[in-house]
């Protein structure tokens, strides 16, 4: 069965930095989009970052843009999210997800969660003051 891993949550003072893996099995990814997305207390999942299959194509949140890189290792069907410059206002469970089909190439098709098939567990990520 297709199941997604992600690694790297954990607590870190505003300002530090976590880099978030996502490991993909039972399906080769390399060319789908992957992304990530969070979830915060009382809030709804809301758009981080995606990866077009090329791997040439990013997608940010304007909150996250200039802080968060997405990248991914098509050889070891990973995908990491590297969050520098973080806030207390980051602070949320991060998942990770994939697409099953190609979209065309747009901030709507890779923004969205409901064009992503498969989902992993999550990750916490506690950004303290």
């Known amino acids: 069965q297709v199941q997604l891993v992600e690694s790297g949550g954990g607590l870190v003072q505003a300002g530090g930095s976590l880099r978030l893996s996502c490991a993909a099995s039972?399906?080769?990814?390399?060319?789908?989009?992957m992304g990530w997305f969070r979830q915060a207390p009382g809030k709804e999942r809301e758009f981080v970052a995606a990866?077009?299959?090329?791997?040439?194509?990013?997608y940010y949140a304007d909150s996250v843009k200039g802080r968060f890189t997405i990248s991914r290792d098509n050889a070891k069907n990973t995908v990491y999210l590297q969050m520098n410059s973080l806030e207390v206002e980051d602070t949320a469970v991060y998942y990770c997800?994939?697409?099953?089909?190609?979209?065309?190439?747009?901030?709507?098709?890779?923004?969205?969660?409901?064009?992503?098939?498969?989902w992993g567990q999550g990750t916490q990520v506690t950004v303290s003051s």
């Open positions: 039972g399906r080769t990814f390399s060319s789908y989009a």
């Open positions: 990866s077009r299959w090329s791997g040439g194509t990013r």
């Open positions: 997800a994939a697409q099953g089909r190609i979209y065309s190439g747009s901030y709507y098709y890779n923004s969205d969660p409901g064009k992503y098939d498969y």
